[in-house]
């Protein structure tokens, strides 16, 4: 049985009815995993023994009637969330061998759920990057074309669902980390609204727009680990205590009469093969009762230069703790040898452990928040964000949601734009949006471009999570595309 292509449901009703232990399918993923991932490169650590022994206890569970929808699945997790007693890298020399001491929120809730950890998956370093060639250890593949790369930063994540390395898998966004790897790699991503699932045991990049979400084969299988991992966190003090909404419950409501904004000049800057076929999902919303309303976002426009400013002065400021004295890697000059210099112990130690493209933020982030830059830079740009938001409030006051693409391109080389930061930062034009104002988006599979998966984004005001999620899974009861698997065996 190829039961890499189940979704939750599916294989929930199997652990249920008996005809499937937890263990066996532990062992038919740990198995994909070794045969697959050799080439696919989408995982940093495998959890053997620890996962065989997490699908027995839920196995046990399950025997004594326990019926929680995530129990005895196999899930994998991006390597930037704490996993207690386990390797945690964030796909960098600096972490390369800390291992937790306790665990991320999520994980948690997902123990308790009941779900099967299985490993860690590859990043860009600290999770800045839009392809994972800025990992620290390898390159990861896309499972649609092995010589392109899966998006980024949560790039390992997103292959691993595709190619079917696990069931659902966990992936962080602060500027579209989840959603533009779900988009090449042609699976669904959430990224939650800020504050909605708890970043405790998260690393932090940007802490006032990182967020943890769930990549997964479909709509429905994201509803359902998002309403095991979202909630109020007393750990997080930026998490929030408004109630949660059934999110799987609520799939299913009409959406005749539903306003779904568009901005055709987001759509008509695109490659004219990617914007036929952005527009037939337009098609679909109609026939779906849902009214097409043109939109415009003028502002939309900067987000991507106040991303590009706010997150390099924060990651500035969070990785300050990794210094080798504190915390991670630590050079061969010890402190007794260096006259107590303690400027070269942090040169040294920093220096030899952070990658380029980390660096390069923490230079920019040190820059813009320095005295005499920071009102040109900084105190503009957190101006401009807020112009951001309130544009994006003004626009929910006639539309219930938004539509665009999730990637201006499909997946492009390995090699390709590497070299390029700007080119890179250019990747996340239409995500960092909905990230600097905190909202809740969605990329689906919306088709493919010259055989390769695209995606379109969905996203709505603050906290409403129940209408994305319903819009993209009526989508998906429309449309194929994200039932349609890479040729990875
Ligand atoms: N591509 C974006 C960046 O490099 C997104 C990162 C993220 O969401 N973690 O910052």
Redesign the pocket.
């Given at each position: 049985m190829e039961y890499n292509k189940l979704t939750i449901s599916e294989l929930h009703d199997l652990l249920q009815a008996g005809k499937l232990s937890s263990l066996d399918l532990t062992e038919f993923f740990l198995a994909r995993i070794e045969k697959i991932d050799s080439s696919l490169k989408a995982c940093i650590s495998i959890f053997k023994e620890e996962a065989r022994r997490q699908a027995k206890k839920a196995d046990e569970r399950i025997a004594q009637g326990e019926k929680n929808k995530l129990l005895g699945i196999p899930y994998l997790c991006k390597d930037n969330i704490l996993t207690k007693g386990l390797k945690t890298t964030a796909a960098s020399k600096m972490l390369e061998n800390y291992i937790a001491p306790y665990n991320a929120t999520v994980i948690e809730k997902l123990n308790n759920e009941g779900a099967v950890l299985l490993g860690k998956t590859n990043l860009?370093e600290f999770?800045?990057?839009?392809s994972t060639e800025n990992s620290a250890f390898f390159v990861t593949r896309n499972p649609w074309d092995l010589e392109r790369v899966p998006g980024?930063?949560?790039g390992g994540s997103a292959a691993a669902v595709s190619a079917g390395l696990s069931v659902f898998a966990l992936g962080?966004?602060?500027?579209?980390?989840?959603r533009?790897p779900a988009s090449f790699c042609g699976v669904s991503g959430l990224k939650p609204s800020y504050s909605r699932v708890s970043r405790y045991g998260l690393i932090s990049?940007?802490s006032s727009?990182?967020v943890i979400g769930p990549i997964t084969k479909n709509v429905e299988d994201s509803a359902l680990v998002m309403n095991v991992i979202s909630g109020f966190d007393q750990n997080d003090l930026s998490s929030c205590s408004l109630e949660i909404d059934d999110y799987l419950k609520n799939l299913n409501k009409n959406l005749k009469g539903l306003k779904l904004g568009v901005e055709y000049n987001f759509i008509d800057s695109l490659d004219v093969k990617m914007s036929d076929q952005i527009k037939k999902s337009l098609a679909v919303f109609e026939s779906l009762g849902v009214e097409i309303i043109p939109i415009s976002l003028p502002y939309n426009k900067y987000a991507g230069s106040v991303?590009?400013i706010i997150?390099p002065a924060e990651i500035s400021s969070n990785l300050a703790r990794l210094d080798g004295i504190r915390y991670g890697f630590s050079s061969d000059l010890k402190v007794e040898q260096s006259n107590n210099n303690l400027n070269d112990i942090y040169l040294k130690n920093r220096g030899q452990s952070f990658g380029e493209?980390v660096k390069r933020r923490v230079i920019l982030g040190t820059y813009t928040l320095s005295s005499g830059y920071f009102d040109a830079y900084y105190k503009k740009a957190m101006a401009v964000k807020e112009k951001i938001k309130r544009e994006f409030e003004n626009i929910f006051e006639t539309v219930d949601a938004v539509l665009t693409p999730s990637s201006p391109h499909i997946a492009f080389k390995v090699g390709e734009q590497v070299d390029d930061p700007l080119k890179?930062?250019l990747?996340?034009i239409f995500?960092?949006g909905p990230?600097l104002a905190g909202l809740p988006a969605i990329s689906i599979p919306a088709g493919f471009v010259d055989n390769l998966p695209i995606g379109i984004q969905l996203f709505s005001k603050k906290f409403n999570e129940t209408i994305v999620l319903n819009l993209a899974d009526q989508f998906q009861k429309k449309t194929d595309y994200h039932q349609k698997n890479p040729n990875i065996n």
């Open positions: 860009d999770a800045h990057g839009a980024g930063s949560s962080s966004d602060t500027g579209g980390s989840i533009q990049m940007t727009t990182d991303y590009y997150t493209e890179m930062y990747e996340d995500v960092t990230s």
